[in-house]
Nanobody
């Protein structure tokens, strides 16, 4: 059973940066497709970025493309979301999620495809 733990959220000013971490224990995170999602108050889940297993492709949502980067550190068994040039509209609870996908398939930004979810970490962008 994959158990995910997010960390790294907090309060940051517009234009600032944060790095979120998604860690797992007892399993090799590189075997899983991992995605980052966010949910702002009163809004649906939004797919932010995803990474295919074993160094496959990654994908970023249109609203964060060029500002956010998903990447893996296999030695740390962690997937990171580097967030730069943050805007107030990035304020949300951020979740990492995972699923076991077909190795050669691209990752997807559809929440219902993910079977395992972390508890979330709050990101607030405000001056």
């Amino acid at each position: 059973q994959l158990q995910l733990v997010e960390s790294g959220g907090g309060l940051v000013q517009p234009g600032g940066s944060l790095r979120l971490s998604c860690a797992a224990s007892g399993v090799t995170l590189n075997d899983y497709f991992i995605g980052w999602f966010r949910q702002a108050p009163g809004k649906a889940y939004e797919g932010v970025a995803c990474s295919s297993s074993h160094g496959g492709m990654s994908k970023h949502g249109d609203s964060v493309s060029g500002r956010f980067t998903i990447y893996r550190d296999n030695a740390e068994n962690t997937v990171y979301l580097q967030m730069d040039s943050l805007k107030s509209e990035d304020t949300a609870i951020y979740y990492c999620a995972g699923y076991l996908g077909v190795l050669t398939w691209p990752c997807v930004l559809r929440a219902h495809d993910y079977d395992y979810w972390g508890q979330g970490t709050q990101v607030t962008v405000s001056s």
